[in-house]
């Protein structure tokens, strides 16, 4: 897969143009389809991201950029990088670094401004520690107005700080996001779904929407989500994902044509960004509240059941799914050790079970042999199936020394 980002060009020039940012694999045919076309524009450079265990590689194209022009759909969501040319280090690489460079003059302000941002439209997201020290507070406390302008020349409405979601929080929820702008958006959190901030992003072509003040958004999980998207035997089974947030990896599996996704999510403001992306992205879908049974079956291709997954074995007993999952997704980090007995109780013989988990880069195979002998135990105590560790994806990095891995758990016939 292949991303969008800008670059300046030679001093000489006022001008942005497009680069496409592509894993290894990929390098040489987009650099051929360009070239072909008289669009290559002549670099090509490795980039580093500690965000993930890939290389990508940023390939310049003579394709201009005009600021002015909203991004298509395919780019909503999109990334803005340092990138300067080889030829220039006057003419910053993005909007957001162009901006900086034309209204700071003070060398020490900029060498301490943000280096990455994220857009979501209409959302400029910044890191955690981004004009946080004294010098950019004073700054901003003599600009009144550097934000405003700062939100119009990047055509947003709201500007945000990041913050980590503490690992005990079931509901997964950015309690720490700290709105700069504009100054109303930094009062109590809006509570009802009309009234809230509500951004979007499209990945792999696939529509995702959310409110960032009461739900997380992972950028890192793409590599998990094309991976999803080329699994081979989707079309036209069914899927559960007990851990389905606003659907990430529910969309995959829809578009890697399953029949059916059968969803759990706790937290109200994800049930209901995933229902909107549903909606957005042409999939019927059903919202089960915790208090009603599901009831006849009136065949959405997403059913959500609005609460925990402690009672997910009842609800497809009732719905007469038992075991008939094709695919089992659990997508809770840092852990989801506490579901996966009712995963295998889901799982049926011959399918997978997607387990993702936080293991130290240098545990990977010890955790492969342990999670064998634990599924197998499991396995032994509701009928004795077979169980094995199918694939082990190193999706990216989430911590110094700490990988995001999926382990694919294959449960064959009863032995």
């Not at 939100?151 to 690992?167: D, E, G, Q, Y």
């Not at 042409?282 to 609460?307: I, L, N, Y």
Request: aromatic residues 8%.
């Amino acid at each position: 897969m292949a991303s969008i980002s800008e670059e300046g060009k030679a001093e000489s020039e006022e001008s942005v143009v497009f680069a496409v940012v592509a894993a290894r694999e990929n390098v040489k045919a987009i650099k051929s389809h360009l070239a072909a076309r008289g669009l290559f524009g002549k670099s090509i450079s490795r980039l580093n991201d500690d965000t993930t265990s890939t290389t990508s590689f940023r390939i310049s194209t003579t394709i201009p950029f005009d600021p002015t022009t909203p991004p298509p759909p395919e780019l909503a969501g999109y990334e803005l990088t340092t990138a300067p040319s080889a030829t220039s280090s006057q003419h910053p690489a993005d909007p957001f670094q162009a901006f900086l460079h034309t209204h700071v003059a003070d060398k020490t302000l900029l060498a301490t401004a943000p280096k990455r941002t994220s857009i979501y439209p209409p959302l400029l997201l910044l890191q955690s520690d981004a004009f946080a020290s004294a010098g950019w507070r004073g700054y901003l406390s003599s600009h009144p107005d550097f934000l405003a302008r700062l939100a119009a020349a990047l055509k947003v409405t709201h500007i945000a700080r990041n913050a980590p979601i503490t690992a005990s929080d079931v509901m997964r929820s950015p309690s720490g996001l700290e709105f700069l702008f504009p100054p109303s958006s930094a009062s109590a959190p809006s509570t009802t779904f009309d009234d809230a901030l509500w951004v979007s992003t499209t990945q792999h072509g696939l529509y995702q929407t959310w409110a960032p003040e009461h739900t997380m958004f992972s950028r890192g999980n793409i590599r998990e989500k094309a991976r999803v998207l080329s699994f081979a035997g989707v079309s036209g089974e069914e899927v559960a994902d007990l851990y389905a947030g606003i659907g990430y990896f529910v969309f995959p599996y829809l578009r890697a044509g399953a029949r059916r996704v059968w969803c759990w999510e706790i937290n109200p403001w994800s049930v209901e960004a995933l229902r909107r992306g549903c909606v957005r992205n042409g999939w019927s879908v059903r919202v089960v509240p915790h208090s009603e049974e599901f009831g006849q079956d009136t065949g959405e291709q997403v059913v959500v059941f609005a609460e925990g997954n402690e009672n997910a074995v009842r609800r497809m007993e009732a719905a007469e799914r038992l075991r008939r999952m094709a695919h089992v997704n659990l997508g809770l980090l840092p852990s989801s050790k506490a579901s996966w007995s009712t995963a295998e109780q889901l799982v049926k013989t011959g399918g997978l079970v997607h387990v993702h988990e936080n293991v130290g880069e240098h545990e990977v195979a010890a955790k492969t042999v342990e999670f064998v002998q634990s599924w197998s135990d499991i396995a032994a105590a509701a009928g004795k199936r077979d169980m094995k560790c199918e694939h082990v994806e190193r999706v990216k990095t989430f911590a110094p020394g700490v990988l995001h891995c999926v382990f694919d758990i294959r449960v064959g016939e009863s032995s």
